[in-house]
DNA sequence: CGTGTTATTGAAGTGTATCAAATTGCGTGG
DNA sequence: CCACGCAATTTGATACACTTCAATAACACG
């Protein structure tokens, strides 16, 4: 019954005891007792490639949590360039920041492939914050983490090279999102540069023997050599 | 007595009681009583222009809180360049990202002027969040309000050119810290950019007549103007 | 009053974006 | 299942904003 409409948003598709552990966010996986209370108030969400999940600029409604597939929160700018801040995958959260900065998005969330996730309205956040105070602090955690990338992101935008960034770039997504392809144009927008300078790199890269390019597909031949040309 | 050594923590040198309210920060200004149970734990030190207060990939001890003065704190690439990441003023805070992150300090803390402050240790801080949970939701709020500041500033790195983004540093620059006069070296270092390339463009924003450069005295005589050139 | 730092100006080099065009590859619909 | 069409890839040529290097001048500080 769940798979005649798509793109819906439907409640209960999938209940809380049945959410695989590889969707364990930080704040399910807290503490026992969590789950159950979002059940009754979750509402199941699926997309497909390119649809977007939130608009930048619009006002946080609640968070969403990423059960499967991949999601991408890119900034558009003036000129049209879209640059790619973070990537979300299964266990990972959306939306947090703007909800607890109290501010609009500041970003748009994009389906990279075929993603299904569970949306939580912000009063019912905000209820497990008041019942579980640890929450709080996991949260925390994972925000200052993702200030610190942000922060070492910027200075290696102007330290480094267009080619040391694409390496750190593929070794990036290959570490975190193991089975995906990428297009030049999304490794592009990840590593701050543009698709022909890629590209050129990444044809230098299989030249040195650092990588292999089978088509679309992008094979990592020699990771030690690859960090070192990133500097890491 | 305070006076007679320099650059040195002494405990108790300003009571909570007596800290102004410019020092007034997210955490003593939550909710009465946090300023008496960290008054015991405090202890206050001073620093003169460009001292450290604390180096990166050092483990934080806890929490300092500004009093008086301007703290930046600054990345140091391998070849030598140096890049503010924030600067923090009376109020603010230092050490919170590492401390919650629970990770080493990724940058370091240089006092930009005369700067007194007073660190409270780790335990102390903890203790204070269990007695008062609305404490990380404030703290909370306030680093996904930096890491906006930060994913920002990545994008403007590569869509704005120098000229723009030194017409941001200077707006902000002033906007929030008034009454200070930065080098050429500082503001480059913010705007993330050369000094040389700050200086050529002081040059032409005098020349268009939207500042006023005497000496290292900089006016903004047209801010507006300015505002659009650095399309905010 | 010296001395080191900062400011200022000039000239040269270069990495990377930009623009353009051909080719490949993939998804979609017939 | 094949063919079509559009998007992604690939390659080349060009432009240029900015960095880098260098050398002088002005300034602040002890």
Known sequence: MSSKKKNDCEPNAISCAMCGAQSQNIICATS??????LEKSKINC???????????????????????GLV?????????????????GPGGILGYRSLFADEAY???AIAVDEVELCFVPKADILNVFKSHPDVALRLLNHV?????????????????????RIA?????????????????????????TTPETVMRTLAQFEKEGLIDQSGRQIQILNKDSLKAKASL
């Open 72 to 88: 991408k929160l890119e900034r558009v700018s003036e000129d049209g360039a879209a640059h790619t801040l973070r990537i979300v």
């Open 144 to 164: 200052a983490k993702d200030l610190r990338l942000a922060e070492e992101r910027w200075v290696d935008q102007m330290d480094k090279g267009a080619p040391e």
């Open 32 to 37: 026992p007792g969590i789950p159950e209370a």
């Open 168 to 192: 750190e770039a593929l070794i990036f997504l290959q570490d975190h999102f193991h089975s995906q392809t990428w297009t030049r144009r999304e490794i592009a927008e990840w590593a701050g």
């Open 46 to 68: 699926r997309y497909k490639r390119d649809q977007v999940i939130f608009y930048a600029d619009n006002d946080p409604l609640g968070l969403f949590f990423v059960q499967r």
């Open 106 to 108: 500041h970003a748009t």
